[in-house]
Every structure is written in C-alpha cells, then in structure tokens.
C-alpha cells in the first residue's frame, strides 16, 4: 500500500506556520489495503464473478459443456440470466439485493493483519460495547492490536481492490483517486492551532469536501501551494467535519466523532470516525480515516451500477452484501442483535494548500461545531 505505509513519524519535520494553520489537498483516497499472501488471506479463493457464481450450481457434466469454447453464448446467456432478468420487471442483482437474499456469501479475507483503527477501543473482538458486535480483530502491520476493518475482512480477497499483480493497485483504487483528482469529491484538510509537528496537546482539524478541482501541472500531477475553499453553500455545507485532535511523536490522532464526506452514490458516513495523520518532511501528510458505515453505502457504486455491474463487470452484489450482514459490527440492534454496519478505513495523501474555511451559517454551525 501507499499512503498508509508512513506508520511512524518521520525525521526532519519542518516548524509549523507562524499563525499555526496549515491546510492540504487531499488527492490520493481509497480503501486501506494490505496484500499478504492470498494463500494466507483467501483459502477459499478470489472473489469470483457471477460467470463463476453460476458455474458453481450446475452438475460438473453440464459444467464442463458449458465450458466449451463452442458454449460460449449459451454460458454467457445463463450467468447473465442468473444474475438478472428475474421476473416481469427483469430485475438484477446488484440494484434489487434484497430480492436473492438466497445467494451464499462471496469468499471472506481469513487474514490476520491489516490497516485500520481500534475503533471500539477493545482489542478482544468486540462486544463489550454495546454499540458492536463480536467479531475478529485484525492486527496492524505495525503491530497495533484490536484493528477494526471488517469490510477488508468482507472484500480483501477481491482482485478489485488487490489487483491482478497482488500490489493493492487494483481497479476499484485507481477509481477512487480519480473522483479525487476529478474534482467531483476533492476533499480539504485544515489545521488550526499548531504549535509543533511532534508533539501538541490540541490542535483543531476541519476535514471537509471543496468545490475547486485540485491543480495540476503540465503532467496531469497535482501541484503543492494551490488554494482551495471549504465547500459551505447547499448540500456541500453538511460535509464540513470539525474534530480536535493532539500531536504525539509527530502523528495527528482525531477524537472520536461521526465524520460525513461527499461519497459516489452514497455518502461517506462515518460513523464514530477517526483521522490519522502523519507529517512527512516535505510538507504533505499520510494517513488514514475511518469509522462504522452502513452496507448499502458501502455498496453503493456497484449497485448504482446497476445491469452493467451485473452484465459487463460480472458482480455479485447480493453475495457481497450476504457477506457484510454476517461481518458487520457496528451500531447493533439490542433487540436482535445484529449490527448494521461495518468497520472501514480509507487511506489518504495529502498535499500542501492554502485552505480557505469561509464562516458557515449558524444552523449548519452550531450542529456541526459543537
């Protein structure tokens, strides 16, 4: 991984800014991977598709055939049909979920390491607060116990998210840091109140969503010092996150609190969120940020996908969510027991901006600030 490999705090840290604000562009943002060995991580094999989903509930006989060259139609036509075209509506599997509740669970990440936070302050496997449910902790690669990051438990085994050269480069990482550089979902961090890079006891943060696209140069790379505005007209103004935060052996930790951010076809909810950063020496910030989300907005692009998730790329959103449900642990029902949502990290880059944080009206202010 990238982003998140800076762990420890790095040497040389430049002195804060006189006024104590410094401000960044965050141009690299997508779910916080760690590639192990997928004999270790996946004992039961990749993520498949549906080609391979439909292949599995035939008799070998009629399985072999359909695996023909010359049956390549006729195949194409059954797992496209096993994963769509139910019913007078033709519904499908990634926008109508709930309609194969029937469909078994993908392969799950049976790995002990990844990248996360302790977000439930339990390094047994959760169930001591009443707000989770039990379930097996991860340890970071840096040796951090009780990591939190289900969803990586539910989606670790994907080539999506691994790449085909088991690099962590995978299709779904290169999406997520174009709708950063696109400027459709550019993300700001701001800084007030530092007093050093090492070690400081409160210092302020307002991570938000910006309006402005990030700045590039001739190469199509984003460039240091640009100037960016915190989104604060209409709906852009409810993602303006206000946390506190402290500096210890130069690596910013946020407190707990929800953190919402503008998301593709779902927000990112972030529920008892927290931020992670770590000062590098030439003035950017590596880190990660995470908390509980709902599954439907972690499924949220494939099914807005739709047909073409189901038809061209093959995904089998009701055995991913099959998998969430049984691996969610968060905001649990104390009726039934079940949790309906899911431990996740995102990891992120940061560049050096100017980070303009206009005043906000005083409703959205006051819910926001307190």
């Known amino acids: 991984m ?11 840290l430049p002195a804060p800014p006189a006024n104590g604000e410094m401000g960044f562009v965050v ?12 004999k270790v991580d996946c004992p039961g094999g990749l993520l498949t598709v549906l080609r391979d989903d439909y292949l599995a509930t035939v008799p070998e006989a009629d399985r072999q055939r359909l695996m023909l060259k ?18 007078p509506n033709r519904i499908n599997i990634c926008a109508n979920i709930y309609e194969f509740a029937d469909r078994p669970p993908t392969p799950m990440n049976k790995g002990k390491i990844a990248w996360g936070f302790n977000l439930d302050d339990d390094e047994s496997g959760g169930g001591k607060d009443p707000y989770t449910c039990k379930h097996d902790n991860f340890t ?9 990051h289900q969803f990586w438990r539910a989606q670790g085994c994907s080539v999506m998210y691994r790449g085909v050269d088991e690099s962590g480069n995978g299709e779904i990482r290169t999406a997520y840091d174009d709708l950063m550089l696109s400027g459709q979902l550019t993300q700001v961090i701001l800084l007030r109140g530092i007093n050093s890079l090492v070690n400081d006891p409160d210092v302020q943060v307002i991570y ?6 990030p700045v590039k140069d001739s190469s199509g790379k984003p460039v240091f010092k640009a100037s960016y505005s915190v989104s604060t007209d209409g709906r852009r103004a409810e993602f303006r996150n206000v946390l506190r935060g402290r500096i210890k052996n130069g690596v910013l930790t946020t407190d707990s609190k929800d ?10 909810q972030m529920d008892r969120g927290r931020l992670r950063l770590m000062f590098q020496p030439d003035g950017s910030v ?15 692009p494939a099914r807005g996908g739709g047909a073409g998730s189901v038809n061209t790329a093959g995904i089998n959103c009701a055995g991913q969510y099959t998998a969430l449900k049984l ?14 949502k899911i431990s996740y990290a995102y990891e992120l880059l940061g560049l050096p901006a100017f980070v303009n944080d206009a005043p906000i009206n005083n409703q959205t202010a006051s819910r926001r600030d307190r």
């Open 140 to 148: 970071s690669p840096t040796g951090e116990q009780g990591v939190d």
């Open 208 to 213: 938000a969503n910006t309006e402005d696209r």
């Open 2 to 12: 990238a982003a998140t490999a800076a762990t420890s705090p790095a040497p040389n």
């Open 327 to 340: 691996l969610a642990d968060g905001d649990k029902d104390p009726k039934t027991g079940k949790c309906s």
């Open 70 to 87: 010359e049956n390549a139609a006729e195949l194409q036509k059954a797992w496209q049909a096993y994963g769509s075209n139910i019913g």
């Open 286 to 300: 590596k880190g990660m940020v995470g908390g509980y989300m709902p599954l439907l907005n972690v499924l949220a």
């Open 259 to 268: 953190i919402t951010l503008l998301g593709s076809g779902a927000d990112y």
């Open 27 to 38: 141009t690299q943002f997508h779910t916080a991977t760690f590639i192990a060995d997928p």
